[in-house]
């Protein structure tokens, strides 16, 4: 069975700290790993990651996958009460034509001013 | 502009009763999805859809059914059979190998 542990659960923080998120995963046909950002509804798309060991950057943030160990971890810096959101990774995987995404629980961030 | 428009926003079931969320895309995609996602949990997929008239089964199908009778339309009906319906409900799209695109959801609750 597919597994995707993320964490920390939840992360209160002030603004301008820096915060490591984790997410370990088990699957089986990896092709890729995902991040999404939700904040009331939609999640919008952050990264997808293929590579190990290959940075991906957007502004204030950025992740990083390692292949071998099963695991990636977004980074976000000098962080903004905009930044409060529950941020979803998930390892799109298959041997079809379409893989499918399995979710972690999400990780829940708190940015006060 | 392209999306995905999920309706209603918010719904209501009786007991006993079926109710059907509606998912539209007009971005082109072939593949199209259905999440639930419960409070403090992340998204558990129901059903996908990676062509025209097929779909398949994902972790928690029971209860629910789908159609997919137009590239643009994958309504989800929640049975009287789904004992436990109340969640937010997600719809996604995509094209091969490239992210799921998101509608912005529909909360079911039990009357």
């Known amino acids: 069975e597919d597994k995707v542990v993320q964490s920390p659960l939840s992360l209160v923080v002030h603004e301008g700290d820096t915060v490591t998120l984790n997410c370990s995963y088990e699957?089986?046909?990896?092709?890729?790993l995902l991040w999404y950002k939700q904040e009331k509804k939609a999640p919008t798309f952050l990264f997808m990651l293929?590579?190990?060991?290959i940075e991906k950057k957007s502004g204030r943030l950025s992740s990083i996958l390692d292949k071998k160990e099963l695991f990636s971890i977004l980074n976000i810096t000098a962080t903004q009460t905009g930044d409060s959101a529950v941020y979803l990774c998930?390892?799109?995987?298959?041997?079809?034509?379409?893989?499918?995404?399995?979710f972690g629980q999400g990780t829940i961030l708190t940015v006060h001013p | 502009d392209g999306g995905i428009t999920q309706s209603p926003k918010y719904l209501f079931r009786k007991e006993g009763q079926n109710v059907t969320l509606s998912c539209e895309q007009n971005?082109?995609?072939?593949?199209m999805y259905w999440y639930r996602q419960d409070p403090g949990q992340g998204l558990r997929l129901i059903y996908y859809?990676?062509?025209?008239?097929?779909?398949q089964k994902g972790d928690i199908a029971e209860g629910y059914s789908v159609s997919r009778e137009k590239k643009e339309s994958f309504p989800l009906t929640v049975t009287s059979a789904q004992k436990n319906p109340t969640a937010f409900y997600l719809c996604?799209?995509?094209?091969?190998?490239?992210?799921?695109?998101f509608g912005d959801g529909t909360r079911l609750s039990i009357l």
């Open positions: 996604a799209s995509s094209i091969r190998n490239q992210p799921q695109h």
């Open positions: 699957v089986t046909n990896f092709r890729s």
């Open positions: 293929t590579s190990s060991g």
């Open positions: 998930a390892p799109y995987a298959g041997g079809t034509s379409y893989g499918k995404l399995t």
């Open positions: 971005l082109n995609h072939d593949a």
């Open positions: 859809s990676q062509i025209v008239n097929d779909f």
